[in-house]
């Protein structure tokens, strides 16, 4: 049966009166003054703004749903206090067999004391306790946890990229029904703001835990699943391409990127540099940590491009930025590379050169700046050039990469707009994108217009105020009146 809905007297741009729109099985079908329409369901906008709806194109899904659930190291100023805080938690919760304590969300990068499995032994005891940072790629366990999870000969408790890792996703694991309940909410949240669509990251491959959430009723949002290393053969066998629709969804799921993470992260200080980090010891020092050879890359590009599958390349620092370059390069593969946080000079041309997308979560320069200041000193202009990036013709894809940063859009269009997010003077301003721009790129690729057309998917956002008279904070923390996706309601205010 056909389904109809009439969004009357909406405003679809800056300075244009408003406008009606028909929406007929999912697709815009007119805009203009319309008639009333037999068998239609009229809503009213009110005046209000109606955008195309928001996307984020770097998300760990499962990650995300789970933080509610975690203990929350976000304000820990030391590692004598992220301590504190799991034992503070013990001391509250129940006994519950042996359960580890999880949490999430520090950031020891600028700590004056080391986090270390002592520490923690003396704050948690034997309970196993895996305190996660908040850049999914360091674990810090106390010894009752090392144990557990086959790493009881760590010396430091603090684990790093692949073992790291690891660990994270096997604490990760819960049940179907659980993972799907919380998978829902996460799902309702993004709505609330704006969202309609995810490339979902997460690992190894999140497709059949979409396909059954899809097909039991969560139609929240459209979804993107990426796929990892592990799951490449798999997805090679049956023939599935980048872009391919998954039958019973809807068309909300569709065959992602392969993805591949070739070096750390600022925080964890194993970005891959030209540069040493200086007044490091331990893991993780000297230039970075090379997480991939470019051999093994080039060949598992060739084989994922050969098979019609586009590549999503995690590199952070620039030496590792200009390898994956390299290896764009020399494969011909299709794909962007995940977070391009700094970049050489010569590089950033490269982009548009070879096509590539520069997927991006502007959030993470108000997170980093502070530590970028320190450890990528003298090097910081470099750093989250988007503004560099568009002046050379390429592509840029927003993000957030939750739960590393917030799944909302807002915050990153805010953050790549003003470059600042509290009282603090702009870091780096010449790197600046415009509203427009930032809208652009939280939306799917090649889109060049702002305002809805005739034959386009319904998928859009209706907003409580204007986004082009908006404050830096206000931008931020932007009302969503309601938000459609494939012309049903995933979230709906009174309006």
């Known amino acids: 049966m056909s389904t109809r809905t009439v969004l009357r007297h909406a405003r679809f741009a800056r300075d244009a009166p408003p406008r009606d729109m028909l929406i007929v099985d999912g697709h815009v079908a007119a805009i203009g003054e319309l008639r009333e329409i037999p068998d239609g369901d009229e809503v009213s906008a009110g005046g209000r703004f109606v955008l195309p709806g928001l996307w984020d194109h770097h998300v760990h899904f499962d990650q995300w749903a789970q933080v509610s659930a975690r203990l929350d190291l976000s304000g820990a100023e030391s590692a004598a206090g992220a301590a504190q805080l799991a034992a503070d938690q013990l001391a509250r919760r129940p006994r519950d067999a042996g359960a580890p304590l999880v949490g999430y969300g520090f950031r020891d990068a600028l700590w004056n ?273 988007l503004r560099s990036l568009l002046d050379a013709a390429a592509v840029l894809a927003l993000g957030s990469d939750a739960p590393v940063a917030p799944l909302d859009p807002w915050v990153a269009i805010a953050a790549a707009v003003h470059r600042t997010r509290d009282e603090r003077e702009r870091w780096h301003p010449e790197q600046e994108i415009t509203l427009d721009e930032a809208l652009l790129a939280s939306m799917p690729s090649p889109r060049r217009s702002l305002t809805l057309r005739v034959g386009d998917p319904a998928d859009l956002v209706v907003l409580d105020a204007d986004p082009f008279a908006a404050t830096p904070a206000e931008l931020r923390a932007m009302p969503v009146a309601a938000t459609m996706v494939a012309g049903h309601w995933s979230h709906r205010t009174s309006f």
């Open 113 to 385: 004391d080391l986090p270390h499995r002592e520490l923690l032994d003396h704050a948690t005891g034997d309970v196993p306790v895996v305190l996660i940072g908040a850049d999914l790629h360091c674990a810090w366990l106390n010894t009752a946890a090392l144990r557990r999870f086959g790493e009881g000969d760590h010396e430091s408790g603090v684990l790093r990229e692949d073992v790291a890792m690891r660990v994270i996703g096997d604490v990760a694991v819960v049940g179907q029904d659980a993972g799907d309940a919380l998978a829902g909410d996460a799902a309702r949240a993004a709505a609330a703001r704006g969202v309609v669509g995810i490339v979902d990251m997460e690992q190894p491959w999140s497709l059949p835990a979409w396909r059954r959430r899809i097909g039991a009723g969560q139609r929240s949002l459209r979804v993107v699943s990426s796929v990892w290393t592990e799951c490449l053969p798999a997805v090679i066998e049956q023939g599935l391409r980048t872009g391919d629709v998954i039958a019973g969804t809807s068309g909300l799921l569709t065959v992602g990127p392969f993805k591949v993470i070739t070096d750390g992260s600022l925080n964890t200080r194993t970005a891959y540099c030209h540069a040493a980090y200086e007044g490091l010891t331990g893991e993780g020092d000297g230039f970075g940590m090379s997480l991939v050879s470019a051999p093994d890359l080039e060949r598992l590009m060739r084989q994922a491009t050969d098979a019609g599958i586009d590549c999503a390349i995690h590199a952070i620092g620039d030496r590792a930025n200009a390898l994956v370059l390299q290896a764009f390069a020399a494969t011909g593969a299709r794909g962007s590379v995940e977070h391009a946080q700094l970049l050489d000079d010569a590089d950033i041309a490269r982009f548009a050169e070879l096509g590539v997308v520069a997927s991006v979560q502007p959030e993470h320069a108000m997170d980093d700046r502070d530590v970028a200041d320190r450890y990528w000193a003298g090097r910081t202009r470099r750093a989250f050039v």
